[in-house]
Each structure stands twice: as structure tokens, then as C-alpha cells.
């Protein structure tokens, strides 16, 4: 008798959990993925030619990574292989490739599918490529993570990535039906609460089953559960914290906008939940430091040194000692005064180089190293700033065919209220010396 005849003995006995009866066969099945899996997307296609490359797998918890990689080899009659970089090792890796190799010799492929790939540490990301390279395997990497901060470079130069979304409204819907249909009774709640099921979901397939195993399993006979009702019911299946999944994604978000909002307090206990946890301290920190960049930015120009001097020493000392510099960085930067105004410019201005990519730089800011390009106009009218009364010439450096733009607009906050300050003067002496010819009026 081998291990599958015993399954089988046995397995009528223990009732399946929902989120396996659930799961999708085919790919027509798996919800709010269309711009990968719909007619004439990439993914659809690669499945029906019948030829899978590497590639990365990138989105939320819950959207459905490890069934889509499950459905694909089953499409291309791969021998899939699933490995979790949580509780795997180089052990795991070497055994997994060699016995590809020998299905290989066979005629017969295989889907390795790691799970959080973002896990494993350089060394083991580069073990993969001499096996992505010669074919050995066909990898599909799933990660929570953004693949360009979390992956080598050269491992990415091999695997395309592929951006799952969380799902929407209507995606989440659509698995209540489907459950509804599967037990063949509709969901006992009201309209309300159905609509507060999705909610709570938050873009989460796979917390959003839990949910419903939890309202089909414990709600009373016969009763129709409002949203308080629902709350309460649920509440007795709350979710520990895992860094993995979706209290991950809910408390980094309660820090973050907690530190937006200036309520140094709460960021404090937020962030402490997330240690007690088990939550990686360095990725708090690396989010901090983002905070101190896109939402403190030059309102403090204090703020990034700050978050890297406190990533710095977390590094050197440790826990439980280091914990204090997260401490004190979240105190920083939640009393700290807050401008996105950077960060707006920076978009503005990548979309207008977007829009205006291949106009020159006017030629008086041109530098002229040949007698040619003296010639041809390069540097002529240039006037050195330092040499003026205020420091200031006030000539144009945008593109000629373009016109100026006012791209950064720093608010009466911190120190940008220097800074706005200085910006309203050079603007006035602009004006001044336009319509003087360059040169400013006394006073």
C-alpha cells in the first residue's frame, strides 16, 4: 500500500476545508485576474501554446498565486514541484533539481513553484539560474514583495514578472456565489452584510473563504445575520498576526497612515504589535525610511537621515536593545511636520518628460568644447549666475519649444516655508529681469 491508497482510505473521514473545495481547476475560474489571464493576455497565452518561461508572480496574499501556477502545469503537463522558501533550504533546492534532472532525461518537465520567493537570500536566488537557463526547470517565483527591491537583479533578467491584483468587489462576489452554489444554500446574511463580508476581505480570496466557513459553520439555524450580527460572529475567528499574510498588509498600513495623520501614539502601538508579532524589524525600518521620504520629505529635511541613522544602529545592536531606535524614529517622524510635495513634483515631472522627451536644452546652457559647436550658437548668452548682484540670472532652462513649469509647490509647513519663501523670490526677480532685458532695477 502506498501513501496515495491511504489517502484514500481515510480521506472521506476528514471533512475538506472550504478554500480546498473551492479551489479553481481551470483557469476560467480564477477571479479578478483578467489582465493576465482573459482572452489575448499574456498569461492565457502562454498557457495555450503550451510553453511556459520562468517567470515571477507578484501581488497581495489571497489573489491566487499557488493556484494559478498549480492550474498551469496541469495545462502543460509539467510535474509540478511546490517549495515554500519559509521552510525550505539549499537541502530542499538540490533535491528538487536533481530529481528534475532525471524527469528531464525522461521527457517529462517540470513547474517548480517557490512560494515567497523574496525569502531566500542571494546566495539561494542564485542557485536557480544555471537550472533556469539549461531549461531543468520551468520556475514560477510567488512573492508579497516588490521583485526589483527583493530579487537579484540577475534572477529578475531571466523571469519576467507578472502584477496580480487584489480582488475586487466583484471578484470577491463572485466566490461567495460560488461557495453559495457549492453548498447549495445562499449565504445567510442580509445585503448589508454581504457587503461588509467583502470589506473585511480587503482584496483577500482566500481570507474572504475563511469568512464564509466561518458564517456557514456558526451562525444559528434559520437566522439572517445583519452587519452587527456578522462582526460579532467573525470576531470569535479573528485572525492572529502573521507577517505573511493579510496582518502583514493591515498593520504596516495602520502605521503608515497613523504617521500621515500625526498620531505619534497610535504608530507607536501599531508598530509595536507588529514586533510582538514577529514582524522582520527591518522591513518597519525600510518603511519608515520610505515615510520619512514621501510623506516628511523636505517639510524636515532631517527626517531620512534620521530613519537611516536608526536602521543603521538597529543593525548594530540588535534587539531587544535596537528596538528603541525604531522607537524613537516612529516618535520623529510622527511629530514631524508633513509634505508630499517632492513627490507630487516628482510625478509631474516625469510626465511631462514623458510628454516632451526629445526636445535639446536651449543652447546658451550648452557647453561648447569645438570651434563647431561655438559656431553652431552653443553657449552664446549664457550668464553665469554667480556673477550677478543677487546670485540670479533668471534665464529660461526649460526647453525653448516647451515653456516653463512649475512642478514643485512646497506648503507653508516646516521647512519648506523657507523654502516656498525663496522660490516666491527668485520667481519675483524672474519677472523683473524679463522685463528689464536681464538686468534688475534698483531699489
Not at 359 to 371: D, E, G, K, S, V
Not at 378 to 398: L, M, V
Not at 424 to 443: I, N, Q, S, V
Request: glycine share 8%.
Amino acid at each position: 500500500m502506498n501513501d496515495t491508497d491511504e489517502e484514500s482510505l481515510f480521506a472521506a473521514n476528514v471533512t475538506r476545508p472550504l478554500a480546498d473545495r473551492l479551489r479553481p481547476h481551470s483557469i476560467d475560474e480564477i477571479v479578478g485576474q483578467d489582465h493576465l489571464l482573459g482572452e489575448g493576455a499574456p498569461l492565457r497565452c502562454m498557457i495555450e501554446s503550451g510553453h511556459l518561461a520562468s517567470f515571477i508572480l507578484w501581488g497581495p496574499p489571497g489573489c491566487g498565486k499557488t493556484t494559478l501556477a498549480r492550474i498551469m502545469a496541469s495545462r502543460t503537463q509539467l510535474h509540478f514541484v511546490a517549495l515554500s522558501a519559509v521552510f525550505s533550504g539549499i537541502a530542499d533546492l538540490r533535491r528538487a533539481f536533481d530529481e528534475a534532472k532525471k524527469r528531464r532525461a525522461y521527457g517529462e518537465g517540470t513547474l517548480l513553484f517557490i512560494d515567497e520567493i523574496h525569502r531566500f537570500n542571494r546566495a539561494q536566488q542564485d542557485g536557480f539560474l544555471p537550472y533556469v537557463e539549461n531549461g531543468t526547470v520551468v520556475l514560477v517565483g510567488a512573492t508579497t514583495e516588490n521583485p526589483s527591491f527583493e530579487l537579484n537583479s540577475a534572477l529578475l533578467s531571466r523571469c519576467k514578472v507578472f502584477i496580480m491584483n487584489a480582488l475586487d468587489a466583484n471578484a470577491l462576489d463572485r466566490i461567495i456565489g460560488r461557495a453559495e452554489t457549492l453548498l447549495e444554500r445562499p449565504l445567510p446574511v442580509t445585503a448589508e452584510a454581504r457587503s461588509t463580508l467583502v470589506e473585511l476581505a480587503d482584496g483577500d480570496g482566500r481570507y474572504l473563504i475563511n469568512l464564509l466557513e466561518t458564517v456557514y459553520d456558526l451562525a444559528p439555524e434559520g437566522a439572517t445575520l445583519d452587519s452587527a450580527a456578522l462582526l460579532k460572529l467573525v470576531q470569535q475567528r479573528a485572525p492572529v498576526y502573521d507577517k505573511d499574510r493579510e496582518g502583514h498588509y493591515n498593520l504596516i498600513s495602520a502605521v503608515h497612515k497613523s504617521l500621515r495623520g500625526s498620531d505619534t501614539d497610535a504608530a507607536l502601538y501599531w508598530a509595536a504589535r507588529m514586533l510582538e508579532g514577529g514582524e522582520d524589524p527591518l522591513y518597519l525600518l525600510r518603511r519608515l525610511t520610505r515615510f520619512a521620504m514621501e510623506d516628511v520629505s523636505l517639510a524636515d529635511p532631517q527626517a531620512l537621515p534620521m530613519a537611516l541613522a536608526a536602521w543603521d544602529a538597529y543593525e548594530r545592536l540588535g534587539s531587544p536593545e535596537g528596538d528603541l531606535a525604531i522607537a524613537e524614529l516612529i516618535i520623529y517622524l510622527g511629530s514631524a511636520p508633513k509634505s508630499n510635495s517632492a513627490y507630487t513634483a516628482w510625478g509631474k515631472a516625469r510626465k511631462a518628460a514623458k510628454e516632451f522627451g526629445s526636445l535639446m536644452p536651449p543652447a546658451h546652457i550648452l557647453n561648447a568644447p569645438t570651434r563647431l559647436m561655438a559656431e553652431a550658437g552653443y553657449g552664446r548668452g549664457y550668464i553665469y549666475d554667480h556673477d550677478t548682484a543677487e546670485g540670479f540670472s533668471g534665464q529660461n532652462y526649460f526647453p525653448e519649444k516647451m515653456g516653463r513649469r512649475k512642478f514643485y509647490d512646497p506648503p507653508e509647513r516646516g521647512f519648506e516655508r523657507e523654502i516656498r519663501r525663496r522660490l516666491a523670490y527668485w520667481e519675483r526677480l524672474r519677472r523683473e529681469k524679463e522685463t528689464t532685458g536681464g538686468e534688475t532695477p534698483r531699489r
